[in-house]
């Protein structure tokens, strides 16, 4: 039965593989207009940020778990290598002021802040107790990062447009969701299932601007 289950888990987490790296891939239109034109022409490099905080969060998650966390292993490297390669164009293009803004998130959240937990973890906690304290954090900054469509939904409703909202990045960052949710519950790893299912409940909630 255990192993029926985690073979299952595996078809899940190889199909969230899948999905995730097309949307890690989709914004490289947009930063390839941006290299184009040498201009960021008004473009936030926090979401990107967040991004690449994210997968450094689920990968150090992921070492320290050891057992079954190959395929988070793999999708959080290349997220760290791709947002990595996002924020480095950003910096080379933007105008002074975002530059610096963004330089000061960076040192903020992926220096300071991922050095802070990092450090206190590793010597504060260990074993079962580290885990779950480090999957408590990915699971509360998950939690706020989903918070963040909570705002363009309100600009749909104001604006009665869902232009700032794409039906096709919304239906894949949805199944891309729901894949990680079984692969979490496949696994009893309740961290990664609770932050999938927020996901793609708030998600599947943004279809009714479509109808």
């Known amino acids: ?28 239109p947009t930063f390839y207009q941006i290299y184009k034109k040498k201009s960021t022409e008004g473009f936030q490099s926090l979401p990107y940020v967040v991004a690449l905080f994210s997968a450094m969060l689920w990968i150090y998650y992921a070492f320290v778990k050891r057992e079954t966390a190959l395929l988070l292993i793999t999708i959080n490297t290349f997220g760290i290598v791709v947002e990595s390669i996002y924020l480095s164009i950003f910096l080379i293009y933007a105008p002074r002021k975002p530059r610096l803004t963004t330089i000061k998130l960076l040192l903020l959240l992926n220096v300071f802040g991922f050095g802070a937990m990092l450090l206190s973890t590793l010597y504060l906690s260990k074993g079962a107790k580290r885990l779950a304290i480090i999957g408590w954090i990915c699971l509360v900054f998950n939690i706020s ?12 409703i104001k604006t ?11 239906m894949f960052l949805t199944i891309n969701a729901v894949m990680w949710f079984f692969y979490g519950l496949l696994l009893r790893d309740y961290y990664v299932a609770v932050s999938s299912m927020l996901y793609s409940y708030l998600h599947i909630h943004f279809f009714f601007f479509y109808l």
């Open 1 to 28: 039965m255990t192993m029926h289950r985690e073979s299952w888990a595996f078809v899940f987490g190889v199909m969230g593989n899948i999905i995730s790296f097309g949307v890690f891939l989709a914004p490289l």
């Open 145 to 156: 990062v989903f918070a963040a469509p909570l705002f363009i939904i309100r600009r749909v």
């Open 160 to 170: 009665r447009s869902v232009e700032y909202m794409p039906f096709t990045l919304s």
